[in-house]
């Protein structure tokens, strides 16, 4: 009887000790998991919902980059908010609103706004100059944003926008109908304006063709903006014309 006794007080000591070495007392629940309404660290929802497009540090995605000092300024807080929330319809950026059929709370979405302007923002980016609208206030023209491309632009991306592939200067194609069904007129835009500083692409401040030291005019982004998107196609990638 003693024999049996003991075997259950060894039994019981190994229980103790393997319940202490998992940190778990029997009979009490664990930590309860985080639900994904509740994550509100801008790291973690950057990861899971923008850098697959956007890159891992806010570049070098297959998107524009949100690590841009220059797009933030540009762009402001509020309509990142919106962006992030709305999504842009006739674009690959979906709604990550759960009114626009997406996953994040609206606290989320401002957790992510804020997140990219404390993160990566810079206060004195635009120094004494004024930014050009985010968004065009006027319609451009196709034939003066063709002048204006080739005294701004057509150094590095060919005179006629195809591409340029000579020296240290490789680009591809801006006019290219596949590039051109995958962008909308605002992504043009805000390349413009903010440049792709990875990609060597200077802002809108930058006179690259030297041909005279000021930066682009408001209405002559737009006019470009115009006149890259005249080269748009009904059906693009398609073999044959539809009738």
């Not at 019981?12 to 985080?34: D, I, L, R, S, T």
């Not at 809108?204 to 030291?213: K, V, Y």
């Not at 002559?220 to 998107?229: G, K, N, P, R, S």
Request: aromatic share 4%.
């Amino acid at each position: 009887m003693k024999r049996h006794r003991g075997s259950i007080s060894m039994m019981a000591c190994a229980v103790v000790v393997m319940c202490a070495g998992c940190k778990v007392v029997p009979g009490k629940p664990g930590p309860e998991a985080e639900r994904p309404t509740q994550v509100l660290k801008f790291a973690v929802l950057y990861k899971e919902n923008c850098a697959a497009c956007h890159g891992e540090n806010g570049k070098e995605g297959a998107a524009i980059s949100l690590a841009n000092p220059v797009y933030l300024a540009v762009a402001g807080v509020d309509r990142i908010r919106m962006i992030t929330a709305n999504g842009v319809a006739g674009t690959l950026m979906p709604g990550f609103a759960r009114s626009h059929g997406g996953m994040l709370t609206d606290e989320q979405i401002a957790v992510l706004a804020q997140g990219m302007e404390s993160e990566w923002s810079r206060k004195d980016v635009l120094g004494v100059q004024t930014a050009p609208a985010y968004a065009s206030s006027s319609t451009g023209d196709s034939a003066q944003g063709e002048k204006a491309f080739g005294t701004f632009c057509a150094s590095c991306h060919g005179a006629d926008g195809s591409g340029v592939s000579s020296g240290k200067v490789h680009t591809g194609s801006l006019v290219d109908p596949a590039y051109l069904a995958l962008i909308s007129d605002q992504g043009l835009r805000s390349l413009i304006i903010a440049g792709q500083p990875q990609e060597g692409m200077p802002d809108w401040r930058s006179d690259i063709a030297g041909t005279g030291a000021r930066p682009m005019s408001d209405q002559e982004i737009t006019d470009v903006v115009a006149w890259l998107a005249s080269h748009r196609i009904a059906a693009p990638g398609q073999p044959y014309q539809h009738p």
